[in-house]
């Protein structure tokens, strides 16, 4: 499971495809619907926010307002709790650079177009969030346990 950090604007269409799959499976961890995943690292920061479900509800709605841009047809009745308004979360500058180190690794294989996108300069500035996160000072997140982080150095 991969719920990134970084503006949906980013993903190619199959990270765009799987973090909605993954957002649905988070959303179905959160309301106890399943006990698959109920201990994923990426969870906790949805799990320790005042409003679980909104949380990721307003994180869904931004993933499906991304694909709706594109032209893509997710269900958005699939969203349980979809309001547009919800306390943003903190997320680190370390992470956002963590995540956007790691797409860059997954671009260059499967998009090498959308890959070329970004050029030397936007790799090192701090990449946009999502709408739900609010970058802070900071290093990768204690949660982050993906194989990656052991061989990304930032």
């Known amino acids: 499971m991969r719920l990134w950090s970084l503006h949906p604007s980013y993903l190619d269409s199959e990270g765009l495809n799987g973090v909605w799959r993954?957002?649905?499976?988070?959303q179905a961890v959160l309301l106890g619907k399943t006990t698959a995943w109920k201990n994923h690292s990426h969870l906790t920061r949805f799990k320790n926010h005042e409003q679980p479900i909104s949380a990721i509800g307003f994180y869904l709605l931004k993933i499906h307002e991304e694909a709706d841009n594109r032209g893509y047809k997710?269900?958005?009745?699939?969203?349980?709790?979809s309001f547009e308004n919800v306390n943003p979360i903190n997320v680190t500058e370390g992470q956002l650079k963590y995540e956007f180190k790691l797409l860059l690794e997954r671009l260059e294989n499967r998009d090498p177009p959308r890959y070329k996108i970004f050029d030397l300069n936007q790799r090192e500035i701090i990449p946009r969030p999502h709408p739900l996160f609010l970058p802070i000072e900071g290093d990768v997140e204690p949660w982050e346990k993906s194989y990656w982080k052991k061989k990304t150095h930032l």
């Open 22 to 26: 993954e957002g649905l499976l988070a």
């Open 74 to 81: 997710y269900n958005k009745s699939r969203i349980l709790n």
